[in-house]
């Protein structure tokens, strides 16, 4: 089983910037594509980014977020900037195996989740 750890997360206020950061366990395949999704509580999963030999990204982010993967490398980055307070929520990173977008899961893996909080 493949274990992605997300870090980076935190708190900054409204127009600000972080980065989040991560990396699989896995070494002897490289994912086809990673990415990162959201989900508050009570709301339904929403895609964030994904990047494989493209890169794609959800309509509320777009122009503000930048996904990035360091080649033959299983990690994967998410620059956040000019943050709203709407953005505050917790940010999941995936992987899958096979698919060249994590919004297709074929042989799909999940991070435990990290707290991004912007305050206004």
């Known amino acids: 089983q493949v274990q992605l750890v997300e870090s980076g997360g935190g708190s900054v206020q409204a127009g600000g910037s972080l980065r989040l950061a991560c990396a699989a366990s896995?070494?002897?395949?490289?994912?086809?594509?990673m990415g990162w999704f959201r989900q508050a509580p009570g709301k339904e999963r929403e895609f964030v980014a994904s990047e494989s030999w493209y890169a794609e990204y959800g309509d509320s982010v777009k122009g503000r977020f930048t996904i990035a993967r360091e080649d033959g490398e299983n990690t994967v980055y998410l620059q956040m900037n000019s943050l709203k307070p709407e953005d505050t929520t917790v940010y999941y990173c995936?992987?899958?195996?096979?698919?060249?977008?994590?919004?297709?899961?074929?042989?799909?893996?999940w991070g435990q989740g990290i707290q991004v909080t912007v305050s206004s």
């Open positions: 896995e070494r002897t395949f490289t994912l086809n594509s």
């Open positions: 995936a992987g899958d195996q096979f698919s060249d977008t994590v919004r297709t899961p074929r042989r799909f893996f």
